[in-house]
């Protein structure tokens, strides 16, 4: 969406990501499979903005893969606030703990390994903000599972909503994937009943 330039201008007027963002950041490059899938800088700023400007008390992140978002929220929220983060591959583990052992704000973060729709009805909390970046094929069931269990006035942020162009292209049945976050869009614009009095649409 953005152009490099814009990019790099935008990257260079904003707080920075500070050394341990910056370490998991190289680290997941040099090591991982599909570092794309991690937030980055821009987006690390923006979440811990929202966290600054809403104050929450309970967060819940459903894919957590590296923690640089989950890092990023918790160094937005108040000491004794918490965020709940859920990640099904439990081979992401020891790259978890290892930049979570080293964050100051670690005891606001409490990692759930295994499949977000079994963990999260086991999730005794009202959550002030969610932030959806898990199972794209599943964005629909995710939204459904939260809504409830979010107070009134509270924030759902997903991940991908515009997903690289997709949503204004013809949909291959085959594509699970940019099925299911259209499906959401369309019910969001014929009136769904429960999206109306939502608190924040994608
Ligand atoms: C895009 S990555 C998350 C990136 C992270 N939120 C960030 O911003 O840096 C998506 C993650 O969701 C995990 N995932 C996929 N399906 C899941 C499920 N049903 N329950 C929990 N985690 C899931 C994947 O294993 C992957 O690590």
């Known amino acids: 969406m953005f152009t490099g330039e814009i990019d790099a201008y935008i990257?260079?007027?904003?707080?920075?990501?500070g050394d341990l963002l910056s370490a998991l950041n190289r680290d997941a490059n040099v090591n991982l499979l599909r570092p794309r899938m991690l937030s980055g800088h821009l987006q690390g700023r923006i979440l811990?903005?929202?966290?600054?400007?809403?104050?929450?008390?309970?967060?819940l992140e459903i894919g957590t893969y590296t923690s640089y978002a989950t890092l990023c929220m918790a160094e937005g929220m108040e000491e004794g606030a918490l965020i709940h983060t859920i990640e099904i591959n439990d081979e992401m583990e020891d790259f978890i703990m290892k930049y979570l052992s080293?964050?100051?704000h670690?005891?606001?973060i409490k990692v759930h390994f295994g499949d977000a729709m079994e963990i999260i009805p086991r999730l005794d909390e009202t959550f002030d903000m969610v932030f959806i970046d898990a199972d794209k094929r599943l964005y629909s069931e995710y939204y459904d599972l939260v809504f409830p269990m979010v107070r009134p006035g509270g924030l759902i942020l997903a991940d991908n909503t515009l997903w690289d162009g997709k949503v204004v292209e013809e949909v291959h049945p085959s594509d699970k994937q940019s099925s299911s976050i259209c499906r959401r869009t369309k019910r969001g614009r014929t009136g769904n009943k429960d999206l109306r009095r939502s608190r924040c649409r994608f």
């Open 11 to 17: 990257l260079s007027h904003i707080d920075e990501e």
């Open 48 to 59: 811990k903005m929202f966290c600054r400007m809403i104050r929450p008390r309970r967060v």
């Open 106 to 108: 670690k005891d606001k």
């Open 102 to 104: 080293r964050s100051l």
